[in-house]
């Protein structure tokens, strides 16, 4: 389990078309906003937008609503730290690089192409309802944040969404003002070079070098928290062929007790369960993206006895059989 700034509730929040009371809406699902910004699980924030959605009079459109409504200045020095940069590919450069100061669950990636660059979003776990409006809200508001920071109006060639289409996406196309491609192997905006080129309104390489280091700092302070489940995920990863390790035995080997390895993950948001489901997860992706490993190997290298329970278990996972899978992501 991850977790989301509450700042992206408040955002959501503000633009739903709804006469009920809103904020004792919101706080019937434990979640305050009458405190400061903080974080909360994802699963909480999830839930939030799919029923922000279920009472919306458009529910349809309110992650583009959500997104067009961000604003640079939001996230702070983050958003200081994008619009400061010269250009956009800048910008896009800075997200990718300490996204972490406002989620735990979402990275940013910069995948140059010929003609210009992917602007990706990576974010795991199972695509409900929730996680593919929240999807649409993120990227709908890089589109609306580089829009604010660009000295031209930016245009993206093209939009992917892994997710499924609605019923129209007449709205989507007129926002993103692009092809929308809906069931794609990809959460992402293709710009030409001539955007990422573009300069930053408020480009300044003394100010951009200010908050670039202030956001070094806080990264680090992330960074410190979290190592610990990301090393707990390549320990996991590393044993899985060996059988599933026990959480004492995963404690011992970092040098703690396992009441102290669960108290620890428990404040990052994470059981012990959740990083060895998500280990499996990934390695088993990775294996049949990468390799030509018989369903039989793969499932004895991510700890199963059984194929076949492997591929209940990859169907919980990613919504399909290890085969299709394979078949539609397989370099």
């Known amino acids: ?13 503000g633009e739903v078309d709804s006469d009920i009371d809103k904020h004792a809406w919101v706080q019937s699902m434990g979640i305050e ?4 910004v903080y974080m909360i699980p994802d699963t909480h924030y999830y839930s939030f937008f799919e029923r922000a959605a279920a009472i919306d009079r458009n529910g349809t459109t309110l992650p583009l609503r959500a997104g067009a409504a961000m604003r640079s200045d939001d996230y702070g020095a983050f958003g200081l730290a994008w619009k400061s940069a010269t250009t956009l590919r800048g910008s896009y450069n800075r997200a ?7 989620t735990s669950v979402s990275t940013y990636e910069v995948e140059a192409t010929q003609k210009g660059a992917y602007m990706h979003l990576h974010r795991s776990g199972e695509r409900h309802l929730g996680m593919r409006l929240s999807n649409e809200a993120t990227i709908a508001s890089i589109l ?44 992402a905006l293709l710009f030409s070079n001539e955007s990422l080129q573009t300069p930053n309104k408020l480009g300044d390489k003394s100010i951009s070098k200010f908050f670039q280091s202030h956001l070094e700092t806080e990264l680090s302070k992330l ?29 011992h080997h970092f040098g703690m007790s396992g009441r102290t390895l669960q108290r620890r993950l428990s404040a990052l948001g994470y059981s012990y369960q959740t990083l060895v489901d998500e280990s499996r997860r990934q390695l088993a992706e990775r294996l049949l993206r ?5 369903p039989v190997e793969i499932a004895f290298m991510t700890g199963f006895s059984e194929q076949s329970a492997f591929a ?18 397989q370099l």
Not at 1 to 13: A, D, E, N, W, Y
Not at 33 to 36: D, E
Not at 290 to 294: G, I, K, L, Q, R
Not at 312 to 329: D, L
Request: glycine share 4%; charged share 25%.
């Open 96 to 102: 990718e690089r300490y996204a972490r100061v406002l």
């Open 223 to 251: 960074e410190d928290e979290t190592d610990l489940d990301q090393q707990i995920r390549q320990h996991v990863t590393q044993s899985l062929s060996e059988g599933i390790p026990i959480l004492s035995d995963v404690a």
């Open 33 to 36: 906003l009458n405190r400061p």
């Open 312 to 329: 209940r278990a990859f169907k919980r996972w990613a919504g399909q059989t290890p085969r299709n899978f394979r078949i539609h992501h």
């Open 1 to 13: 389990m991850g977790k989301i700034t509450t700042l992206f509730v408040r955002k959501v929040l």
């Open 290 to 294: 990468e390799t030509d490993f018989s």
């Open 144 to 187: 609306s944040i580089s829009q604010e920071v660009s000295t031209e109006t930016i245009h993206p060639l093209a939009v992917y969404f892994k997710h499924a289409a609605p019923r129209s996406i007449t709205d989507h196309e007129t926002y993103f003002g692009c092809p929308v491609h809906f069931d794609s192997d990809r959460d």
